[in-house]
């Protein structure tokens, strides 16, 4: 008898992108699929939720990217 060898943990294309996560998680009900052939592109990302919204591509993708504090901008914390 022949051991298969144990399953890998693949992760998915959408798992794996910061970018993708945050836009199912603004917008939930974007195709998965075309999502997953945008890859880890915050501007192709923008694209295909632009013809959602009213939001340019460029909000959007100022959005989905993340943005460092500057030194003058406090931290809030609603906790």
Do not use: H, Y
Not at 9 to 16: E, H, L, P, V
Not at 17 to 25: E, G, K, N, Y
Not at 30 to 58: F, H, M, W, Y
């Amino acid at each position: 008898m022949i051991n298969s060898a144990p399953p890998t943990q693949r992760t998915s294309a959408i798992d794996a992108c910061v970018f993708m996560q945050r836009a199912l998680l603004m917008w939930p009900r974007l195709d998965r699929q075309k999502l997953a052939r945008c890859g880890c592109d915050p501007r192709r990302i923008a694209r295909l939720v632009a013809r959602r919204t009213n939001l340019s591509i460029e909000s959007i993708a100022a959005i989905l990217e993340p943005r460092e504090l500057a030194d003058r901008e406090p931290p809030f914390f609603f906790g």
